[in-house]
């Protein structure tokens, strides 16, 4: 399934038409619409709106491997969850989408934005940079994190990053889904 009809599926699934997940993300039917048939790009601003509606965190939006499951997931394997449209920001599963720990590699290139608008979503969540400088935002406050350095973000907190750095900032999220105790 492509992304568009992940969150159709997913829409469907919570009960609720376009106009209904369209009131409650704050995006126009026809974007939401236009998204579900693949015709429009939505940002990682825009995904992480429609997954806090739906209850879903973004790595649900990944298709289930057919595969048989192994424990190792290298770095050629990995399954692309999000690229902008610039390419200047890209999402990566680092583990198999059915396991109730997710983590994602998100890779900022320099001077780029991860989203122009704070958001926080349903689930708490544990950054670490792995190389380059990331500059967060976490309830108005900035931080810089350097390679080495993490952050913890509690659920519904506001928060948005930034590689002001002249490398790529590839950093490390974890979380548990829909509340699962690690």
Not at 43 to 67: A, F, G, H, R, T
Not at 86 to 110: A, R
Not at 111 to 119: A, D, L, M, P
Not at 124 to 130: K, P, Q, T, Y
Request: charged share 25%.
């Amino acid at each position: 399934m492509q992304l568009g009809e992940k969150i159709k599926y997913f829409r469907k699934k919570r009960g609720l038409t376009i106009k209904q997940l369209s009131t409650l993300t704050g995006l126009s039917s026809g974007f939401i619409s236009n998204i579900e048939r693949d015709l429009n790009s939505p940002s990682v601003s825009n995904l992480q709106q429609i997954c806090q509606v739906l209850d879903i965190n973004i790595v649900d939006l990944i298709e289930p491997s057919e595969k048989k499951e192994s424990v190792v997931i290298k770095k050629a394997d990995r399954k692309e969850i999000f690229k902008n449209e610039d390419n200047n920001v890209k999402f990566e599963s680092l583990t198999d989408v059915e396991k109730p720990l997710s983590c994602i590699c998100i890779t900022i290139e320099p001077g780029s934005n991860y989203g122009n608008t704070s958001w926080g979503h349903n689930f708490d969540e544990m950054g670490l940079v792995v190389s380059g400088t990331l500059e967060i935002t976490v309830d108005n406050i900035k931080y810089e994190l350097n390679a080495g350095d993490s952050v913890y973000i509690n659920k519904f907190t506001p928060h948005n990053y930034r590689n002001h750095g002249s490398i790529p900032c590839i950093t490390y999220w974890f979380s548990a889904k829909n509340n699962t105790t690690i």
